[in-house]
């Protein structure tokens, strides 16, 4: 990761110091390995809605080679852009992967890993909207309610579109429920990851701001199913 940090310096002729970006990026790997005993790592006995939110994490978190795959492939791609700015490096990073065919090389390794073409392709996706919208969870809330804003974020990207196979049928917007659950999960799991690899962050402050992920992420998933597989009342179930 720092040669890679550092080569990237080298042909932008950024400023930011490569080394501390890339303790940032182990700390996240090492969070990342440690997902399936968060838990215990962040305990809150008698909090049900974080015990519900650890649950739902968990249910991925198998032996699930395009999971993993698909995690540690964010971790070394996401932050590429801090090397130039370390405010809004996400839309840069983001372009790298395309600019320096890193989409590819990662579904190659995963298809040296055994995924086969298709989910080696599909993971490469997820790669590229996770390291565009990894601090989602750090916008503020509008009037709508800060759901409503999240999604309303996240529509207007045409990768998360084309994720969730938003199609036009007889004047009605349509998205895929499948695609949307799984969103829902990689963004909690991703958000999971950065506020537990954070050594600035107390304990609590972890297992409270998780649990306020999972509360925006639970309402989009009683949107969704609400919704009729229609974008429109997806947003008005939110709205309400």
Not at 166 to 186: H, I, K, P, S, T
Request: hydrophobic letters at 45%; glycine letters at 8%.
């Amino acid at each position: 990761t720092l040669e890679l940090l550092a080569e990237a310096k080298q042909f932008t002729g950024g400023a930011s110091d490569e080394a501390t970006i890339a303790q940032d990026v182990r700390r996240k790997l090492e969070a990342m390995l440690k997902l399936p005993i968060l838990e215990s790592r962040y305990p809150a006995p008698g909090d049900s809605e974080y015990g519900t939110a650890i649950n739902y994490l968990n249910q991925n978190l198998v032996d699930n080679l395009a999971i993993w795959g698909t995690l540690l492939s964010w971790a070394f791609v996401h932050c590429l852009g801090r090397v130039l700015n370390e405010e809004d490096f996400e839309g840069q990073s983001r372009s790298w992967i395309d600019e320096w065919l890193l989409g590819k090389i990662i579904a190659g390794a995963l298809r040296d890993l055994g995924l086969d073409e298709e989910r080696a392709w599909r993971a490469v996706g997820v790669v590229k909207l996770l390291t565009m919208h990894q601090r989602w969870f750090e916008a503020e809330a509008p009037d709508k309610g800060r759901a409503y804003g999240v999604l309303e974020s996240w529509l207007q990207d045409g990768e998360v579109q084309g994720f969730l196979q938003v199609n036009r049928y007889q004047d009605v917007l349509w998205f895929n429920q499948e695609a949307f659950d799984q969103l829902l999960w990689w963004m909690l799991a991703m958000a999971a990851v950065t506020l537990s690899a954070d050594s600035h962050r107390p304990a609590a402050q972890v297992t409270e701001e998780i649990v306020g992920c999972y509360r925006v992420i639970g309402q989009l998933l009683r949107a969704g199913q609400g919704s009729e597989y229609q974008v429109e009342k997806l947003l008005a179930v939110l709205e309400g």
